[in-house]
């Protein structure tokens, strides 16, 4: 801890005595300055209090009002930074969500927790996070997030008595990242603190609109018309103030400590990126850092070059609980109290790595120090943050000392290696592989040489056309997808994204030989991929290879911490080869790893209804909404059993609840009034082909329901 000792303390009180005579000279004001710096630090701590961790995903810096964005964007985070510390020159240590959240909650970096990117990580069973060791203390723990990434699957609802992950898309479109509005994440939170009013709590809010796509609620979206990002951020503001406004409004009286921060950044256009992953510059990886707690805190803005890894011993520290030995980052409240730095100007770690694993283009890591910046890629960047802060003069080239001395400082906090499992990938994974022949004999790893045509700056045009792929598909233009797809596997044909990309396509296109095709091409170039991997195993399954896909999900599904998809993908073609039992343990596998996930009493109801246990099935799917009322695929399944069960009015209220959700369950709908039309039970078919006419949208299901109507006559 870094907390001032009494013998430190009277050996300092002595220098000064020492000095004050000399310090007279320099005048009364500057005397006071001095004197002021100098005394004693009064760092207060107070055991016992609340504690509040806001992560806002992907907002800027300097997007928000007090860090000197205009036109009052921000007023409730204003208010709170305003009246706590607040920290101008924080950084986080990834550019993408999971990792980030990862280092803020584990006060670790990294190479320790081996979480590098949001697909393929599992962040490890053995480390501690503020949940687990607040839990520890007798604090009742309670997380609500809001997109995907963070779903608790990926490990890090250890520690939490309630991690509320409920989205309320369930099945995963292609290419969109399951969100919920952050304000109902913040009514659950409330719901939840209401419930905590005798005791010690942690409560986590992550709330997700300033990430693409950026589609602001109105009032926001009319205000911000031009700037839609900064509507979803004034929108993001307006959903915490019922969170926040008791809070300060309390002040000195509130017993919680509030720490707010983001993940990580946007770029905005900034260096030609879009978004955000690829880069590390100053739009990505600068983040607004605020704690607030009148008790402790008096209002001040510091320029201390803090960290997302010094968030979890800062909280230790205010609480008065010991901070556990060994950790990179160090309390802050030291800085707070208005001590000066004592640990001397301190290196801060980044890296960006999404792009070198699914796209293998050169790894990107660096430190700041001082004010200098260095970026270690095949073409090295030097940046001097204070004359140049938006990062357009390197001087690597002119300054090769500089560069060599930060390349020196960075080695070993890019080569650490903690306890953590990094990517799934073993070397029997590979072997097997490559006997089912996935893999050619040479393979691809991480460690390979990249030279300048690697570097992300060389590629960041790649990444628009990326973009593009994804709009294209969204605007329902498959044929200039798939095009825009094929250009880039010829200009970079080494980009596993690129054919997991061009897979989605050739399956929403209802080719699924093709999708399979592409898919094998993906795994071959990254094996680590199980979310291409869990993709290939259903697209195989779908188009009737399901022996097949088990062989190569079995692959994966040995490895010690599977992948939920991968465990589903299984579940589906084992349950498609008949192996009912089989796949109904190997979904209870799923369950034990993510237990809060609805989706697999989903999966396990459809594979009980697959071996015609459809009272069995009926409990699971209704499980699964007692979890998360809003799942589609539970709804429109439930309403195709009421209407077996002779049940058409339960049938219609469920099949509403369904497509209002996902409008793409109209075609489970449309598929269950042909095949009992073509089993002659005309009046169910009839319930089912009627919803469907008259309720799915003609945009999309204009033949369709010409189809329906028709066959309808036909019955009459
Ligand atoms: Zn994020």
Redo the contacts with the bound molecule.
Sequence with gaps: MSAVTPLSRSIYRGRLAVGVGILLLLGLPTLWNVLRRASPPSIHREAGLNVLLITI??LRADAVGIYGQPGGITPGIDRLAAAGARFTNARAHNV??LP?HANILAGRLPGEHGVRDNAGFRFPSGLDTLATLLKSQGYRTGAFVSAFPLESRFGLARGFDVYDDRFADAARPAFLIQERSGRDTVASALRWLESQRDSRWFCWVHLYEP?VPYAPPEPFASRFRSEPYHGEVAATDAFLTPLLEPLVSAGRNGRTLVVLTS??GESLGDHGEATHGVFAYEATLKVPLVFYQPRLIQPVVLDTAAQHVDVLPTVLEALALAVPPGLPGRSLLPDMAGEKDQTGSRATYFEALSATLNRRWAPLHGVVKDGAKYIDLPVPELYDLSSDPREEHNLAASQPARVEALRTLLGPMRDLRGTAEARPETAETRERLRSLGYLAATGNNLTARYTEADDPKRLIALDALLEDVVDLYQAGNLTAARARCRELIERRPGMPLSFVYLAQIERESGRLDEAVKALRQAVALDPDNTEAVALLGASLTQSGQAAEASRVLETYERTHDPDVEVLTSQALALATMGRSKDALATLARARELDSSNAMLFVSTATVLLMAGDRDAARAQFEAALRMNADLARAHSSLGILDLEDGRPTDAVAHWKAATAVDPREFEIILAAGLSLARARRTAEARAALEFFAANAPPERFADDAQRARELLRRLQ
């Design positions: 995903d992907t993408v969500t980030s990430h993940d990580h």
